[in-house]
T-cell receptor, first 116, second 118 residues
């Protein structure tokens, strides 16, 4: 498809387990973002990748959270030793950096994580 | 300090009327971009409108317009002729340090829920 693809769409896990969430951005988009949205709340920035630059990890809430982006395309967000407060929808977005300051973000449909 | 402030409680508007959703922001950077996104109950994030800090005109996109008051650091979204399908959560967002060829992160406000009454 042409849009941002995220998987899984839903993940239920037990407290203490590790989870991996995947994001496949729009082809050619050099910027990739991860946000977290708790129920009824705003979007909390987690991490941002821009081309080959070092990622902006300033939003990661703890060292249990990590993300990588391989080959400048697909990204994986990993949460180790999940806690109940990690339950949220994890949104991935990508944007084109070429030229326009507009640089709107195109969002995926999110991965809903529930930690029991 | 919050970068983006959206403090209105849930907003209600009668179908076909106009509504203004408030957004104020805080930045010391002279170059920045302001965005509005819509999130219906389905959860998808839909880009509505963009305003650059140096743009002379207020941005407009169909029924959406952005009332940009730079000195007051406000970027209110105006929806004209409201439709039932406009019922959703609306987020204001800001990107600072906009450089040609590179983007930085968007910081989002907490959102405003809009309900359109028939």
């Amino acid at each position: 498809g042409a849009g941002v693809s995220q998987s899984p769409s839903n993940k239920v896990t037990e407290k203490g387990k590790d989870v991996e969430l995947r994001c496949d951005p729009i082809s050619g988009h050099t910027a990739l973002y991860w946000y977290r949205q708790s129920l009824g709340q705003g979007l909390e920035f987690l991490i941002y990748f821009q081309g080959n630059s070092a990622p902006d990890k300033s939003g990661l809430p703890s060292d249990r959270f990590s993300a990588e982006r391989t080959g400048g395309s697909v990204s994986t967000l990993t949460i180790q030793r999940t806690q109940q407060e990690d339950s949220a929808v994890y949104l991935c977005a990508s944007s084109s950096a070429s030229g326009a300051n507009t640089g709107e973000l195109f969002f995926g449909e999110g991965s809903r994580l529930t930690v029991l | 300090a919050q970068k983006i402030t959206q403090t209105q409680p849930g907003m209600f508007v009668q179908e076909k009327e106009a509504v203004t959703l408030d957004c104020t922001y805080d930045t010391s950077d002279p170059s920045y971009g302001l965005f509005w996104y819509k999130q219906p109950s389905s959860g998808e994030m839909i880009f509505l409108i963009y305003q650059g800090s140096y743009d002379q005109q207020n941005a407009t996109e169909g029924r959406y317009s952005l009332n940009f008051q730079k000195a007051r650091k406000s970027a209110n979204l105006v929806i004209s002729a409201s439709q039932l399908g406009d019922s959703a959560m609306y987020f204001c967002a800001m990107r600072e340090v906009v450089r040609t060829g590179a983007n930085s992160k968007l910081t989002f406000g907490k959102g405003i829920t809009l309900s359109v009454r028939p």
